[in-house]
Structure formats: structure tokens, C-alpha cells
């Protein structure tokens, strides 16, 4: 390709010409072009045109005929004119390169940070660097106070010798999802994958679309695939390939066609994907609220109480003033005892009492109201209901007992016998592992007897009746408005969609009528074991040519 550069003079001439409304006749010759225009009388005037001749390694220079036609991207030919010269406008051009684009000066710098955040080392080593934090944030405990972390990371055993309170306090780890190193890294990744699809991905999907004839058969021969039909016609080609699926073009004998071209526009929408994933999860991190409470069977709380901004662009909504109250809390069991699964029925009033919603919700069927989330994680029993001597109820309020080892949870209460002013007031002593089924103790600390809740079966310890009513559960509920969720899911989404149609070969052919015969190449970007024989099954589709003879004379 030979690009012009203009000189000053041509400017010159030109601004000199234009406005007396003459009409040049120009004579190239050589480097000089000639110019004749007539005003009462003939002038001729003459200025310089040099050319520069771009060449390629080993300076040999780019011939015309190198398989691309033209003009075929519906580019202007590229003028590049000289620093300090003028224009037809009068102002004085800066510079101008021989760029598509033309950023000027501007944009060099932009171009140079773009350049570095498109390397593909850094963009891997902020992978690597998010993945690590996540795991730190998972081995860190989050959310707790700090005297928590002066007793999990002191000074004088630090683990790994050196990470101390002060690390995780300091950098924000005690809440990493939301901490400046953490969003700050995830913003550098978010513009490194910009930057690549800016740079790469998009100029390569604009050379994807365009298409070109290659009118040498030599270079056609060249491609990763390459037949000859000696007896065929470049049309009947085309129209194989047109019932293959694939986008033809022809001009002339030359045909160019492509196929799959979606698969060039998937590692943009895989990035996009990306992108939508980190700005979710950096929305969720920094404009929710959460807030856990444990709530016994037959109270209500507000919404609002319970949640607490957990960023700095929470913003609560009109749905925080909706009162939750838990109308009942059971349990299911397993045959061996164990508990299985437990369920809490939910309503929802407005300011004006009005129920809004009611459900009964268990872990993993969460509720969801306008923005809110409640889901079931956690339970506990607040109190037995017992008759004494046939007075009651009475609600005994239930208390956990710790445990040496395992998850196991226990309760217990006290119900005083006797005396109650004495100093050493005695008592029986009721413990429960579940709903299901209450161990009595007497004044000494012996096993007494189990009485199921509502079974109406009394029990006489130490001369006092006694009768388990019910026993009344608690709900472990967590809250949680979460605005970042809609955002990534629909980027794991169009993660999984765009990922499947990246395998999608992008396929491009070239054909060429060479007298009887025809000439085809072509190549893949992906499946480049399976391309010739997918090719050579096309290829024997098409129908030889037949050379027609005249019936002899008799």
C-alpha cells in the first residue's frame, strides 16, 4: 500500500486555487504533476508530490495484487500530511498518523496505559491475586468484633510468623469483600479485561467481518487447507457452500466465505460476562444490608431493627418497615432421632396491619419481599410450658448448655421445689436436645423419666406433679437485601452461553476459477484436526464439469 505525503505547498496551491472557482486539469507525470487553468489567460503552475513507499521486512515492497482487493473495507485511502503544514481550513495541523483512528497526541498516553492493562501476564497475576484474597476471606472469621481478632492473631504468636491483628484490622480484612484492597484489585482486573476487549477482541472481530478475494492462486495454495477440482465451476461451489451453512461472496471468478462467525463475538461477551459478574458481586459487597435473630414461636419483630447497612451505598428501602412475626416453628426428624429439617410459617404486616404475605419457609425455601430475603438457618427452644400440681402453665424459659465437643445443641431449665426463700433452693431439672422429647432429673440429680410435649402424661417427682405442656421452639432467622444478585446472575449466565458458542470454529474459505479447474483454501481457528475432512466431504459434493462433444456426421 503507498502512502501519499503532501507537502505544504499543495496546501498552498490549494487554498490559492479553490476560492477563485478554477478547475485544475492535472497531467501526472512522474513525481511532478502538471496543472492548466484558464481565467482571460493561460497559467500553468507546477508543485512537487512525494511519495513514500511502505515495505516490510527485508525490504521488499507490498505488492498490489497480494490477495486483498482494494477498498473491499470501505476505507478511505490514507493521507498523512506534515507537521506545521496548513489545511484548507487555515489551521495549522498539528500531526496526523496514518491511523484509522487518529487519536493525535491526546491519545498516546491513553493508548499506553491501555497497552499495559491488556498485558496478559498482569491480567493473570490479578486472577491469581483476587483468588487469594477470597481464600484469606474465607480462613479469616468476618464481621467479628476486634477483640476477637487480638485473641485469634496476637502479637506474640502470630501465625506465619508475621500476620498480626494489626494486618487484618489495618487492611480492612475482617471485612474483605467490601475492604479498599479487595474492590480495589477487583476494579484493576475489571479494567485489564476492557482494555483486552478494546484492543484485541474488538479489532479482531472487525477483521472477522470483513470480506476478501484472494485472486492469486498461489497464495490461495498457501492456506492451512488446500484442493484443486481439475473439472469444476467456482459457482457450483458457492452453492455448495451456501447449503452447508456458510456466507458467500463472489466477484468475478474469485469467491470468499465464512462461517461461524458468532464465535469471533464470544470472547467479548465472555469478558462482558465477567464484568457483570465483578460489578454484582462489588454492588452486593458494598449497597446491602444483613442482619440475623433469633426469634421465639408467637413473636413479631420490624424488618429495619434487624438489618444493618454492610456499605457505604446501602440505601434502605420502604419494605424495612414491614413487621415479621413467626406464627409457629416445627421440626422433622429422622427415624433415628436425629433432626432432619425445621420450618417456620411467616407473616408479613404493613404499617396499617394489613397481612401482605404469609409462608412457611425451611432451609434452602427462603421468603423474599420486596428486596428482602429471610432465610431459615438456625434453631433453638426458648421455653417449656409445664403444669405444677395442676396449676399453670408456666413458662420456664430454656437456656444452651455448653458441651464438651461436637455440634450437638442441649437446653435446660429449673423448676423450683420447696422453699424459695431458702439458700439452697432445690429443684427438678428438665433438659432437651429437641422438640420431641423432655429428660426430667429429681432434687438429687437422678434420672426421673421423659415425657413428650402435649402427650398430657404426668410424671410425680419428689411429691410434685408434674405435666409437660408444650415446648416452645425458637427461629434462627438471617436477613439479607442483596441488590448485586440479579446483576450476577445474569452474568454467570451469559458466561455459560457465551463460553458454549466460543467453541464455535470460525471458518473462513477461498476459491478461485482458474481455467477448468478451481483452486479453494482455507482456515480455522479452532477443530483443525476435523477442518480437511469436513472440507474434503464438501468438495465431493461438487459436480464435475463434462465436456460436450457434436454428434458425428453420416
Not at 502 to 511: E, F, G, I, R, V
Request: charge should be neutral; hydrophobic fraction near 40%.
Amino acid at each position: 500500500m503507498e502512502t501519499l505525503k503532501i507537502s505544504s505547498r499543495m496546501s498552498y496551491v490549494q487554498s490559492q486555487i479553490l476560492p477563485l472557482n478554477l478547475k485544475p486539469y492535472p497531467l501526472i507525470h512522474n513525481s511532478r504533476i502538471l496543472g492548466v487553468y484558464s481565467n482571460n489567460k493561460a497559467r500553468t503552475f507546477s508543485f512537487n508530490l512525494t511519495c513514500k513507499l511502505n515495505t516490510v521486512k527485508g525490504g521488499k515492497p507490498i505488492k498490489e495484487n497480494s490477495g486483498s482487493v482494494p477498498g473491499n473495507d470501505g476505507a478511505p485511502p490514507i493521507v498523512e500530511m506534515e507537521e506545521g503544514s496548513r489545511g484548507n481550513d487555515g489551521k495549522k495541523v498539528e500531526k496526523l498518523k496514518n491511523s484509522g483512528v487518529g487519536f493525535g497526541l491526546l491519545k498516546k498516553f491513553p493508548r499506553k496505559v491501555l497497552g499495559i492493562l491488556s498485558n496478559l501476564p498482569l491480567a493473570i497475576a490479578e486472577m491469581f491475586a483476587v483468588a487469594a484474597l477470597m481464600a484469606l476471606g474465607t480462613f479469616i472469621d468476618q464481621g467479628e468484633a476486634p477483640d476477637y481478632y487480638f485473641q485469634k492473631f496476637p502479637e506474640d504468636h502470630p501465625p506465619l510468623g508475621f500476620f498480626t491483628w494489626r494486618w487484618v484490622l489495618t487492611l480492612g480484612f475482617d471485612h474483605m469483600f467490601s475492604s479498599p484492597v479487595f474492590l480495589g484489585t477487583l476494579a484493576l482486573l475489571g479494567a485489564s479485561l476492557m482494555a483486552c476487549t478494546y484492543t484485541t477482541q474488538i479489532p479482531l472481530v472487525k477483521v472477522a467481518r470483513r470480506w476478501s478475494f484472494l485472486q492469486s492462486a498461489e497464495i490461495i495454495r498457501k492456506q492451512e487447507y488446500a484442493d484443486t477440482l481439475p473439472r469444476a465451476s467456482v459457482k457450483d461451489l458457492g452453492v455448495i457452500l451456501m447449503g452447508a451453512g456458510y456466507e458467500v461472496f463472489s466477484k468475478g471468478p474469485a469467491l470468499y466465505a465464512f462461517k461461524g462467525l458468532a464465535g469471533r463475538f464470544a470472547p467479548i461477551g465472555v469478558h462482558l460476562s465477567l464484568l457483570l459478574v465483578m460489578c454484582g458481586g462489588t454492588l452486593s459487597a458494598v449497597g446491602s444490608f444483613r442482619g440475623a435473630v433469633t426469634v421465639p414461636q408467637g413473636l413479631s419483630f420490624v424488618a429495619g431493627d434487624v438489618l444493618a447497612p454492610f456499605g457505604f451505598l446501602s440505601t434502605p428501602s420502604d419494605a424495612f418497615s414491614t413487621e415479621i412475626r413467626v406464627n409457629r416453628f416445627t421440626m422433622d426428624y429422622y427415624d433415628s432421632g436425629e433432626v432432619a429439617q425445621y420450618h417456620t410459617d411467616l407473616s408479613l404486616f404493613d404499617l396499617n396491619g394489613k397481612e401482605v404475605m404469609r409462608k412457611t419457609i425451611s432451609v434452602n425455601d427462603p421468603l423474599r419481599y420486596g428486596g428482602i430475603t429471610i432465610y431459615q438457618t438456625d434453631w433453638s427452644i426458648s421455653a417449656l410450658q409445664v403444669l405444677k400440681d395442676g396449676e399453670g402453665p408456666f413458662n420456664l424459659a430454656m437456656a444452651p448448655l455448653q458441651m464438651n465437643g461436637g455440634d450437638k445443641k442441649l437446653f435446660g431449665t429449673f423448676l423450683p421445689v420447696g422453699d424459695d426463700n431458702s439458700p439452697n433452693v432445690k429443684g427438678i431439672s428438665m433438659l432437651a436436645r429437641d422438640l420431641q422429647s423432655i429428660i426430667l432429673y429429681d432434687k438429687e440429680g437422678k434420672f426421673a423419666g421423659v415425657r413428650r410435649p402435649n402427650s398430657k402424661l404426668p410424671i410425680e417427682i419428689d411429691g410434685t406433679k408434674i405435666v409437660i405442656e408444650d415446648a416452645i421452639g425458637s427461629s434462627g432467622l438471617d436477613l439479607k437485601t442483596d441488590p448485586g444478585v440479579p446483576i450476577v446472575y445474569a452474568g454467570f449466565g451469559a458466561l455459560m452461553l457465551t463460553t458454549c458458542i466460543s467453541y464455535l470454529s470460525h471458518t473462513q474459505l477461498w476459491a478461485l476459477q482458474d481455467g477448468t479447474s478451481v483452486v479453494v483454501g482455507g482456515k480455522t481457528n479452532r477443530a483443525k484436526g476435523e477442518f480437511p475432512g469436513t472440507i474434503n466431504r464438501l468438495l465431493d459434493q461438487v459436480p464435475e464439469l463434462v465436456e460436450s462433444s457434436s454428434p458425428k456426421e453420416t
